[in-house]
């Protein structure tokens, strides 16, 4: 027997089988025999036999432990956890001061994803036995997963002191230096886990994410390319990892340059009002920029331009971000083999009426599929045929509606972007009307493809598209200035009053809560933003805090953004002396119950780099005025066009003094404040915001003298769409 044990440590797995089958067949009710034949199969990935053979040794020897164990982490690896944890427990029922079996518990727990239990037998065993090194291990690599790296780190850090030799304590404990911004400090630690592992690739690739926060861009090249030297399926598979746990819909965009690497770990702060390197983002974002326009490259990082528009970062800098964005989308085009996927060469006129065909990864149960089924639904069929092309699967009653409002719907979202380009130009769109722009799950290299003759951009990322992936973009005179023109790569449509759309029957719930179940003091000012919390920036902020200051009684209502955003928040508040339960934050609710709790607020108050859009759009609707401060860019432009557009002109202030005064004066003038929600209450419907059949005939109208223009072989150019007649713009 302990020849078998010598090659099993040997990794001579089919010798030891032999050898320990030897042994069976001469004592067939030698339990540890069975055993070593089942680790033997094991070490030949001979999962089923393996566990055959161990079931074999637990027959003979029902306390054989050891047995039940191997059993439990071949089923875990054959992707069985729940029979894997009954035997755990099983286990632990017999023994329930066994410290290993509630670190196997643990174990199992996390691969199932009760996350919190796993922690909890984590901790058992901790208590059983302090020094356990798989439950230390594993409940701080957990605690870091949790958003907890206070606590990893103390756990880090003690693991380190009693397994100084292990490099999978190091590692973790860079793990957590690096997740707390401890740069200088990672560094040290993934070079002892390196030291003790070489080649490691986790560890290498780790090494470079602390190079690059440390601006070592070379070094961390070097560091992410001896990874995918030393296996290139491990390190492919850390970054597939890492792209999952940043949210990267397609793993293979998460781009290994260290400075995008850099700067989107730095913007992922903002998302939760961390800004404590703000300034360090900001400066690295132009110089971005400033580098793009330079010498424009492809930019992998969607991510880096997207949440980019909470910055105060020009119209210019836009465009070279998203130059760079649009540069990655055509590459992966270019890649694709060409077949027929482009529209050129088609009749024209091949069919009477115009075919509008409408792309998207968000026709599902998404807060822009609100806004977009209702003018669907309304479009002229004697004009026009609508197609719906989603990208991104989802169901539900939003997703029937969209259907419902197309004249054909195709979802696409298995298909690669040639497939989807083929099936476009197939269908023979004349116009393809991209609803999303540079976001997650959006496909730009479709747009590359030109699968239709005339290409647009509406409503989707309030930004250009930085490339000639689409012809025109439709926007408003207000929401984007002439000055702005030079930096927009589309031709820009010019709708008469606001280019957004709303739902006109967007329902709101009949059952109002009271300010008490909705957490807020039954008296005092209710100021409210309900912005996405990425939109929140502390220029805004500080004016907000003033104003809390000044109005006795008053509380900040926020949309709730997670636990870290509220303690960064709150942190935030007690630095300018505003006590924290003065913000109040908002859980996320149904839509027409969150329209509904619009009713226990007083005034909304705006961002500014980029302000609310379609929530600007749901506040008026549910009655409650909105202020807001018109800022450069399209961006932080759109709420001023809405608020406008509703009838409340005497809300966009012209500056941030300004905004200041007039959300000083509306807290404190009750008489003014009532006066703007009468007015609001009296005209909301009938204002050009809400008139969603004539924002649809405007749309149409525009769509027309696009059509036009190709018919008669003009190029695009931009255009005002005139009002129509017996309306004013």
């Known amino acids: 027997m302990d020849e078998v044990a010598v090659l099993l440590r040997r990794g001579e797995y089919a010798g030891a089988e032999d050898l320990a089958l030897g042994v069976a067949e001469h004592d067939p009710t030698c339990a540890r025999a069975w055993f070593l034949t089942g680790a033997a199969r094991h070490g030949q990935g001979k999962l089923d036999s393996a566990l055959s053979a161990l079931e074999r040794a637990i027959a003979l020897d029902p306390d054989l432990d050891v047995a039940h164990r191997a059993c439990a982490a071949i089923l875990l690896e054959a992707k069985r956890p729940r029979e894997a944890l009954a035997r755990i427990e099983d286990l632990l029922q017999r023994r329930p001061a066994a410290a290993d079996f509630l670190a196997d518990a643990g174990i199992v727990l996390e691969e199932i994803g009760h996350l919190e239990a796993a922690l909890a037998r984590y901790g ?45 304590a190091h590692y973790n404990l860079a793990d957590v230096l690096l997740r707390l911004d401890r740069y200088p400090d990672a560094l040290p630690a993934v070079e002892r886990a390196l030291r003790l592992a070489p080649e490691k690739p ?47 819909a397609v793993p293979q965009r998460l781009t290994l340059d260290p400075r995008q690497i850099r700067l989107a770990r730095l913007l992922e702060r903002q998302k939760t009002c961390d800004w404590h390197e703000r300034g360090r983002l ?20 969607m991510g880096l331009y997207h949440t980019a528009l909470s910055l105060p970062l020009t119209a210019s800098e836009q465009q070279a971000l998203a130059r760079g964005i649009a540069m990655s989308a055509e590459a992966r085009a270019t890649a694709l083999p060409r077949n027929s996927a482009a ?35 309304l479009r002229d069929r004697t004009r026009f045929e609508v197609y719906g092309y989603s990208l991104r699967y989802g169901e539900g009653p939003l997703k029937q509606r969209i259907v419902e409002a197309c004249d054909v719907f195709r979802e696409l979202s ?24 540079h976001l997650e799950h959006s496909r730009p290299e479709v747009l590359a493809l030109r699968p239709a003759p005339v290409q647009v951009s509406y409503q989707g990322l309030p930004a250009t598209m930085g490339a000639e992936l689409v012809d025109y973009r ?56 309900f912005n996405a919390i990425y939109k929140i920036e502390p220029d805004v902020f500080e004016i907000w805090m003033r104003l809390l200051a000044s109005v006795p009684g008053s509380v900040l209502w926020l949309l709730d953004g997670g636990e870290a955003a509220r303690r ?5 508040a007690s630095v300018r002396g505003i006590a924290p339960e003065r913000l109040v934050f908002a859980p996320r609710l149904a839509h027409a ?89 009296r005209t909301r419907k009938a204002s050009p915001m809400f008139d969603t059949a004539r924002r649809v005939r405007e749309l149409d109208r525009a769509f027309e003298m696009m059509w036009q223009r190709r018919l008669s072989g003009l190029p695009p150019e931009s255009f005002a769409v005139p009002p129509q007649a017996g309306v004013s713009a």
Not at 414 to 437: P, Y
Not at 498 to 527: H, M, T
Request: charged fraction near 25%; include cysteine; aromatic fraction near 6%.
């Open 124 to 168: 058992e065993a901790l208590r059983l036995a302090p020094g356990d090194f798989r439950a230390r291990l594993n409940r701080g690599a957990l605690l870091a997963r949790l958003g907890r790296p206070d606590e990893a780190l103390r756990d880090s850090q003690a693991l380190v002191r009693s397994h100084a030799g292990s490099a999978a």
């Open 474 to 529: 439709i926007t408003d005179a207000y929401t984007t200035q002439p000055e702005e023109m030079p930096y927009w790569s589309e031709k820009l449509v010019f709708l008469p009053e606001a280019f957004f759309i709303y739902n006109d029957l967007e329902p709101i719930s009949g059952e109002v809560p009271s300010r008490n179940a909705c957490g807020l003091p039954a008296g005092g000012f209710v100021f409210c933003s």
């Open 414 to 437: 298995e298909l690669g972007s040639q497939e989807i380009a083929t099936r476009i130009a197939g269908d023979g769109i004349d116009i393809l009307i991209d609803l999303s722009g």
């Open 202 to 248: 986790e560890a290498l690739m780790l090494r470079g994410l602390a190079l690059a926060m440390l601006e070592r861009d070379a070094e961390a090249r070097a560091s992410f390319a001896l990874a995918r030297r030393a296996d290139a399926a491990a390190a492919d598979a850390y970054h597939a990892a890492a792209a999952f746990a940043a949210g990267v």
């Open 343 to 377: 529209a050129d060469g088609r009749d024209l006129r091949a069919h009477k009426k115009i075919r509008l065909g409408f792309i998207t990864p968000n026709f599902r149960e998404h807060p822009s599929a609100k806004l977009h089924w209702r003018h669907l639904a």
């Open 593 to 681: 119950e969150h329209l509904a709790r619009h009713a226990c607020a007083d005034l909304f108050l705006d961002t500014f780099y980029c302000g609310a859009h379609t929530t600007a759009a749901d506040s008026l609707w549910a009655g409650l005025p909105v202020l807001t401060c018109p800022g450069e860019t399209m961006a932080a432009r759109i709420s001023a066009s809405i608020v406008r557009a509703a009838g409340l002109p005497e809300l966009v202030a012209a500056g941030r003094e300004a905004y200041e005064a007039a959300a000083f004066r509306l807290a404190t003038q009750p008489g003014e404040l009532a006066a703007l929600r009468e007015k609001l209450a």
């Open 568 to 572: 960064n928040l709150r942190r935030e």
């Open 282 to 301: 900001i400066a690295g974002m132009r110089a971005l920029a400033a580098d793009l326009r330079r010498a424009p490259v492809p930019l992998e990082e």
